[in-house]
């Protein structure tokens, strides 16, 4: 059952890396203004919701999400687990990875950038503020649980 857990924790990693590749040209729109045709000198004008700034947040965060996972996914492979303990790494990898993925995007929207509930030095508490904190908690605590049994883990034969 390991072995299974291992494989899907990779494919969520996976699936992660492509949503910061689609993310990477949502960034890259949001940086022209559109999308370009290049080489044919063609722009698509339209306004992407949010920043640059965040877009990137989500790309670049997504990618070492899925990187992370698919070394977890990896990792788990060298330890022995039982089936319980294997399954909460994975599930605490991946509530870990799409929790951040809702992190980034909705803390794009945020005043306050979602490292709070109530309203911070970076600006006002808002929906979208709401919804970036409590994925980002749960995901932070299933996180540190899936690394600490993956190092309590005796290694495998």
Same mark, same amino acid.
């Given at each position: 059952?390991?072995?299974?857990?291992?494989?899907?924790?990779?494919?969520h990693?996976?699936?992660?890396?492509?949503?910061?590749?689609?993310?990477?040209?949502?960034?890259?729109?949001?940086?022209?203004?559109?999308?370009?045709?290049?080489?044919?000198?063609?722009?698509?004008?339209?306004?992407?919701?949010?920043?640059?700034?965040?877009?990137?947040?989500?790309?670049?965060?997504?990618?070492m999400n899925?990187?992370m996972?698919?070394?977890?996914?990896?990792?788990?492979?060298?330890?022995?687990?039982?089936? +319980?303990?294997?399954?909460? #790494?994975?599930?605490?990898?991946?509530? %870990?990875?799409?929790?951040? @993925?809702?992190?980034? /995007?909705? $803390?794009?929207?945020?005043?306050?950038?979602?490292? +709070?509930?109530?309203?911070? #030095?970076?600006?006002?508490?808002?929906? %979208?503020?709401?919804?970036? @904190?409590?994925?980002? /908690?749960? $995901?932070?605590v299933?996180?540190?649980?899936?690394?600490?049994?993956?190092?309590?883990?005796?290694?495998?034969?």
């Amino acid at each position: 059952m390991q072995r299974h857990y291992s494989i899907s924790l990779i494919r969520h990693g996976l699936a992660a890396i492509l949503v910061s590749l689609v993310t990477g040209f949502v960034l890259i729109f949001s940086m022209l203004g559109g999308a370009s045709l290049s080489p044919i000198p063609v722009l698509i004008e339209f306004t992407v919701p949010g920043s640059t700034a965040g877009w990137r947040t989500v790309h670049i965060g997504m990618m070492m999400n899925g990187i992370m996972a698919v070394a977890l996914g990896c990792a788990m492979r060298a330890v022995y687990l039982n089936d +319980t303990q294997g399954f909460r #790494v994975f599930m605490g990898t991946i509530i %870990a990875v799409w929790a951040n @993925f809702m992190f980034y /995007l909705f $803390g794009m929207f945020a005043p306050n950038r979602g490292l +709070t509930l109530e309203s911070n #030095v970076l600006g006002e508490a808002s929906l %979208a503020g709401a919804l970036a @904190f409590f994925p980002a /908690l749960i $995901g932070a605590v299933t996180l540190f649980y899936a690394v600490i049994s993956m190092l309590r883990a005796e290694p495998s034969d």
